[in-house]
């Protein structure tokens, strides 16, 4: 099994910036293509960024391309997502996601096989 652990949520204006960071522990070995996903309050859960392995690839939603950028550090099991210029409809419970077979990006959300418990950012206006 995997476990994921988000962290670098909180409270931010807009226009401000935030990083998030997951952590995957347990059998590693097996994770491969990771992906960050927001669910604002009454919403959908939908794909934000992802990310290929070992890293070379990655994907943006159109409404955060040029502001927002996923990388991964493989050696410390960690994916993060650095967040600029946020806007208060970004306001989310933010989730990290791995997936355990698929080295290419994934965009569908039913294709991961592990999910963190979801780190808040608030932005204010």
């Known amino acids: 099994q995997v476990q994921l652990v988000e962290s670098g949520g909180g409270l931010v204006q807009a226009g401000g910036s935030l990083r998030l960071s997951c952590a995957a522990s347990?059998?590693?070995?097996?994770?491969?293509?990771m992906g960050w996903f927001l669910q604002a309050p009454g919403q959908e859960r939908e794909l934000v960024a992802g990310?290929?392995?070992?890293?070379?690839?990655?994907y943006y939603a159109d409404s955060v391309k040029g502001r927002f950028t996923i990388s991964r550090k493989n050696a410390k099991n960690t994916v993060y997502l650095q967040m600029n210029s946020l806007k208060p409809e970004e306001t989310a419970v933010y989730y990290c996601?791995?997936?355990?077979?698929?080295?290419?990006?994934?965009?569908?959300?039913?294709?991961?096989?592990?999910w963190g418990q979801g780190t808040q950012v608030t932005v204010s206006s």
């Open positions: 996601a791995a997936d355990g077979t698929i080295a290419t990006i994934v965009l569908d959300e039913n294709e991961y096989d592990y």
């Open positions: 347990g059998r590693t070995c097996t994770v491969y293509a």
């Open positions: 990310i290929s392995w070992p890293g070379k690839k990655t």
